[in-house]
């Protein structure tokens, strides 16, 4: 059974920093992309990063600057360091993992985490 498991959310004061951790936890072969969404209350789930095998990134606008993701291959976990962190930063963070492949044939599928909360309030 494959699961992507968040960790590292939590309430923050603006201006603050928070380092998000996801780990693939179960058979796994390979993992192409990996990456970030958050959904802010109320609203829709938006990217905030991706990152390949080869540490190809891709960031939100809103992102770029203040976050930085990183991977490790070897373990099947992705980070998301986040700084300068303001209220409307506030939202619950997804951790994405496209084309898990559980043993080399198989064509592979996407998988999420449940999420992880971050609230960033005075």
């Known amino acids: 059974q494959v699961q992507l498991v968040e960790s590292g959310g939590g309430l923050v004061q603006p201006g603050g920093s928070l380092r998000l951790t996801c780990a693939a936890t179960g058979s796994i072969f390979s993992i192409d992309a990996m990456g970030w969404y958050r959904r802010p209350p109320g609203k829709k789930p938006e990217m905030v990063a991706t990152?390949?095998?080869?540490?190809?990134?891709n960031y939100s606008e809103s992102a770029k600057g203040r976050f930085t993701i990183s991977r490790d291959n070897a373990k099947n976990t992705v980070h998301l360091q986040m700084n300068s962190l303001q209220p409307e930063d506030t939202a619950v963070y997804l951790c994405?993992?496209?084309?898990?492949?559980?043993?080399?044939?198989?064509?592979?599928?996407?998988?999420w985490g449940m999420g992880t909360q971050v609230t960033v309030s005075s």
């Open positions: 990152i390949t095998t080869t540490n190809k990134t």
């Open positions: 994405y993992a496209e084309r898990l492949r559980r043993a080399k044939y198989f064509t592979g599928s996407d998988y």
